[in-house]
T-cell receptor, first 114, second 113 residues
Framework: GAGVSQTPSNKVTEKGKYVELRCDPI?????LYWYRQSLGQGPEFLIY????????DSGLPNDRFFAVRPEGSVSTLKIQRTERGDSAVYLC????????????FGQGTRLTVV | GNSVTQMEGPVTLSEEAFLTINCTYT??????LFWYVQYPGEGLQLLLK?????DKGSNKGFEATYRKETTSFHLEKGSVQVSDSAVYFC????????????FGIGTKLQVIP
């Protein structure tokens, strides 16, 4: 597609459930980033992939959060045992290379944990 | 650690008014500085950037100058339009690229005709 695509656009889940959020980056972009934006805040870095590997996962808040990018394209952010505090907009971005190339953002997935 | 402080909104201006959104930062070394914009219903977009001291980033009539002595990167526009209504985020990266960007909380701008 022309831009970064994130699905679903909205997800409502019950506390304690498992969720998966998907990101389709721009074709050919080797770098992929996940951010989380809570209400009234700016985006916070979660994890960055270069190709298939997680180059920096220092932003993941705890071990309930995990992300994969098995073929170096689509990425999935996985959240286990969801908590109400996980409610936020999860943003994905991609760039041609990590150094110097602009990162393009998707519109995000709004996750609500009830 | 790195941090970005920007003025809280919302900011409401009349069309053709002058805009300033203040932004200051804390970082080690020489970070790259950015302004991102989020228009209603759209994703974050890079508006402008500056990568070293005294650089001026500019785009769509917006400007910001990298001031190392005051650790600031204030966003300005001489004459705002209704179409500029959006949320503006000041941000930095100390990696030189886009790998790990630290964002401010965002400032909502509303321009009224």
């Amino acid at each position: 597609g022309a831009g970064v695509s994130q699905t679903p656009s909205n997800k409502v889940t019950e506390k304690g459930k498992y969720v998966e959020l998907r990101c389709d980056p721009i074709s050919g972009h080797t770098a992929l980033y996940w951010y989380r934006q809570s209400l009234g805040q700016g985006p916070e870095f979660l994890i960055y992939f270069q190709g298939t590997g997680a180059a920096d996962d220092s932003g993941l808040p705890n071990d309930r959060f995990f992300a994969v990018r098995p073929e170096g394209s689509v990425s999935t952010l996985k959240i286990q045992r969801t908590e109400r505090g996980d409610s936020a907009v999860y943003l994905c971005a991609s760039s041609l290379t990590p150094e110097g190339a602009e990162a393009f953002f998707g519109q995000g997935t709004r996750l609500t944990v009830v | 650690g790195n941090s970005v402080t920007q003025m809280e909104g919302p900011v409401t201006l009349s069309e053709e008014a002058f805009l300033t959104i203040n932004c200051t930062y804390t970082a080690t070394g020489y970070p790259s500085l950015f302004w991102y914009v989020q228009y209603p219903g759209e994703g974050l977009q890079l508006l402008l950037k500056a990568t070293k001291a005294d650089d001026k980033g500019s785009n769509k009539g917006f400007e910001a100058t990298y001031r190392k002595e005051t650790t600031s990167f204030h966003l300005e526009k001489g004459s705002v339009q209704v179409s500029d209504s959006a949320v503006y985020f000041c941000a930095l990266s100390d990696s030189g690229g886009y790998q790990k960007v630290t964002f401010g909380i965002g400032t909502k701008l509303q321009v009224i005709p």
